[in-house]
């Protein structure tokens, strides 16, 4: 079973030897900054997910509020466009690219876009060419989960972490501790600490659920055409 935040702060208190109310409040907030720091430095496979979205006409998307990257490069995939069924992928590039290719497509209008760019400010995207209906697709992304809120210290205590691996929490809390009770120990947990984060790192994705190459940018690689048959 897993643990719940309550359990992960009690079981690093107790072997600091400190477990008073002043601390216990404070590790509460140190684990949702713990929890932010290994959701937003590491991917994870339990991280990525799935949405719908709309791209509109005018080419805007506005993507999941709690987005932090796409998956890769194709992580945005048309499935319908005016009510009839599509397959088609819209490739992201950077925002110089997206705007040399819309200021040299004659075409400002077609049926499916081709390309997207991100606006990370506003978690909006931008397709080109323009469709000329509203298209449905999926987007591939990171999520970033949002903190446990700190107002209801019972549903806090109860909650369990997104993050599955309790002992790394515990272990992580309990170097943060020490520095309160000037533990000469900490050095060494600390050094513990990363040797854990990369072994847990090295087991975590089961096979095939993270594509295990980076594919060639289409945009610039095509099929050789050299040896296809006529």
């Given at each position: ?5 309550l ?10 030897g ?8 404070a ?12 959701h937003q ?7 990525w ?11 805007l ?6 987005f932090?990257?796409p998956?890769?490069t194709?992580?945005?995939?048309i ?13 992201e590039?950077d ?29 909006t ?11 449905l ?11 446990m809120?700190?107002t ?23 170097e ?6 000037v533990?000469?120990?900490?050095a ?5 600490n ?21 594919p ?11 040896g296809?048959?006529?």
């Amino acid at each position: 079973m897993r643990s719940t935040r309550l359990d992960l702060i009690d079981a690093a208190l107790k072997r600091v030897g400190n477990t008073t109310a002043t601390l216990k409040d404070a590790a509460r907030t140190r684990l949702n900054r713990i929890l932010q720091d290994l959701h937003q430095q590491w991917d994870w496979p339990f991280l990525w997910l799935t949405a719908t979205l709309t791209i509109q006409p005018n080419g805007l998307l506005v993507l999941p509020a709690d987005f932090q990257k796409p998956e890769d490069t194709e992580s945005l995939q048309i499935f319908q466009t005016g009510g009839v069924a599509q397959a088609a992928v819209v490739h992201e590039v950077d925002h110089r690219t997206f705007a040399m290719q819309a200021a040299n497509q004659a075409m400002v209008q077609a049926t499916l876009p081709k390309i997207w760019t991100i606006d990370y400010a506003s978690l909006t995207g931008r397709v080109w060419p323009l469709p000329n209906d509203s298209c449905l697709a999926t987007l591939r992304y990171k999520t970033f989960p949002s903190d446990m809120p700190l107002t209801d210290s019972t549903a806090y205590d109860n909650d369990v972490p997104a993050f599955p691996y309790d002992n790394l929490l515990t272990d992580l809390l309990f170097e943060w501790a020490q520095s309160y009770e000037v533990d000469p120990r900490r050095a060494d947990q600390l050094s513990l600490n990363e040797s854990l984060v990369q072994k847990v790192r090295g087991s975590a994705f089961p096979e095939r659920s993270y594509p295990s190459q980076i594919p060639l940018d289409p945009l610039v690689f095509s099929r050789p055409a050299w040896g296809t048959k006529v």
